[in-house]
């Protein structure tokens, strides 16, 4: 019970009084402002100025206050327990007022189950796993820690089959697989960056799961008897993974390190499956059909639209006109071709042989073009590596096979001297030889007559003269050096006379005029015996 504070009286009706001598009942200010804004005070004095018992609270405060429920300071309260419900037969066991009232009853029956009632009271089914088994501890255990193998997958065996790079990783956490794939640049495929999603693989399927429709519906433990595990990764060894065979060649340092303290092996060397490039196949041309040359045949070999073959640009420019000509004769068993005879001029700017066959009058044979400008290979070369005839092959004595027909260098002209003289490093020393003496007798003068000859043979004089008027008679006939050459040319052992046939023959294909009067009377004066003439002396009725 509170008491009066100013009279020690109990705070009780009719014990309270006031103060009939107190005339102020204001409140005092509790608003106020600084700095502009309205401001909270806390009264210091009662009402009408009488002193303050206790600290009053604000109105905030005291809201605040009034808020708050218990329950946030002293938690929830306790209820008290409910009263425990007894059944009616539990309540009135053993509390019978029936025989007392005549009243029979029936032995007792035994009570009906309750079929929840008793499932209720079977005790609850725990779950035991081994802790090597335990998917937590392994996850907790083995999260984020992901072996990783490299492995080729080779189906080089098929039909446009290749040999593939794969990334096999194998996921510790849950014992999955993912297959990834490695692309290059350009290498001409989709970016699809795995074969395999991860999966759990099965190792070995029950007898009837093999026709189990994998491919709708997922395999679960009932129809796999084993599971690929991290033993089953080997570097080294083969793994077949839906139906395709990977070889493993190679893994990272931490797949190394685990396999080293989970099973001891400490042996993973990386295996080279590089392959070697094959060697080349060989390409193999179609055999020479012998037209036009083995280079230009060659071409349509190579490619669908044949290029001509690249020529020696500078070669053609150092030898551009320069021509090595030689007199040649055809080695034949029949008789008509032992007297033929032909020219071959071998260009220098490009290798190439033409044969021209000077004609002859009355032989039977038309002359002309034998052979145009080509390449002649060499006897016994063969057609992927031929050999051309080049100018060291001819000299005189040579013998040059042309496309099967044999023919022997009988002679050359200043021009190859020149050019053996210059390239001597190109030709044997017989070869030189051969050439310089032939040059030398043809350039060799005819033996001239001194004076006391002339006077002492008076044939002498008479052929002297005929000679002179023959000169001076002389229109529009060919030199005189042209026609030594002719004649030097069938005369092989340089003796200075022919066959009459022989002789005939040069004047007809020099078209020399031997139808005069003076030239027939020259070539009386000239003739030694029935079948021999001396060309020295013919020669010089003709000017040069």
Request: aromatic share 12%; charged share 25%; with cysteine.
């Amino acid at each position: 019970m509170m008491s009066n504070p100013l009279h020690g009286l109990p705070f009780l009706p009719g014990m309270s009084f006031k103060d009939s001598t107190k005339t102020a009942f204001h409140r005092s200010q509790t608003l106020g402002y600084r700095n502009g804004y309205a401001v909270v005070r806390h009264p210091t004095v009662g009402i009408g100025g009488d002193r303050l018992q206790v600290s009053q609270l604000s109105q905030a405060e005291l809201d605040k206050l009034a808020s708050k429920a218990p329950v946030l300071t002293y938690g929830q309260p306790k209820q008290a327990p409910r009263a425990e419900f007894i059944p009616a037969y539990v309540a009135f066991d053993k509390k019978v007022f029936l025989e007392s009232q005549g009243i029979e009853l029936n032995p007792p029956e035994k009570m009906a189950l309750d079929p929840y009632t008793e499932l209720r009271k079977q005790p609850l089914r725990k779950y035991v796993t081994p802790t090597d088994f335990d998917q937590l501890k392994q996850f907790l255990t083995f999260d984020k820690q992901v072996l990783r193998f490299y492995a080729i997958w080779d189906d080089t065996d098929s039909m446009f089959g290749e040999c593939r790079t794969y990334i096999i990783h194998y996921y510790l956490m849950d014992d999955t697989v993912e297959i990834r794939e490695v692309h290059e640049r350009n290498d001409g495929r989709d970016p699809f960056p795995l074969l395999m999603s991860r999966q759990r693989m099965p190792k070995v399927l029950v007898e009837n799961a093999k026709n189990f429709p994998r491919c709708v519906l997922e395999i679960s433990d009932k129809e796999v008897l084993e599971w690929y595990t991290a033993k089953d990764f080997i570097v080294g060894k083969p793994l077949t993974i839906l139906g395709r065979t990977f070889f493993i060649y190679d893994c990272d340092p931490f797949t190394r390190q685990y396999y080293k303290e989970k099973f001891g092996i400490s042996d993973l060397p990386r295996i080279d499956v590089s392959k070697k490039e094959p060697p080349p196949v060989k390409q193999e041309l179609p055999p020479y059909n012998g037209f036009g040359l083995v280079e230009d045949s060659a071409q349509n070999c190579f490619a669908l639209i044949p290029k001509a073959p690249k020529k020696d640009v500078i070669k053609m420019l150092m030898n551009e006109n320069k021509v090595l000509r030689y007199l040649a004769a055809l080695e034949s068993p029949i008789p008509e071709d032992k007297d033929r005879r032909f020219v071959f001029s071998y260009f220098l700017a490009t290798d190439m042989i033409s044969i021209f066959e000077p004609p002859v009058r009355n032989s039977g044979i038309i002359g002309g073009k034998y052979l145009g400008r080509t390449k002649v290979v060499k006897p016994g070369s063969s057609v992927e590596n031929p050999i051309y005839y080049g100018p060291s092959d001819f000299f005189i004595g040579a013998v040059i096979e042309v496309f099967g027909h044999r023919f022997v260098i009988l002679d050359t002209d200043n021009c190859v001297l020149k050019y053996m003289e210059s390239n001597a490093a190109q030709y044997s020393p017989e070869a030189l030889l051969s050439v310089q003496s032939r040059v030398r007798k043809q350039e060799a003068p005819a033996p001239e007559l001194d004076n006391q000859q002339m006077e002492e043979d008076p044939g002498v004089q008479e052929l002297e003269a005929l000679i002179d008027t023959i000169q001076r008679q002389g229109k529009d006939r060919p030199c005189r050096d042209n026609i030594r050459k002719m004649f030097q040319i069938y005369d092989k052992e340089a003796s200075g006379h022919v066959d009459r046939e022989t002789f005939f023959k040069i004047c007809d294909s020099l078209h020399l005029p031997v139808d005069d009067s003076l030239v027939k009377e020259l070539i009386r004066m000239c003739s030694h015996g029935e079948d021999k003439i001396d060309y020295y002396n013919f020669v010089r009725a003709f000017s040069n």
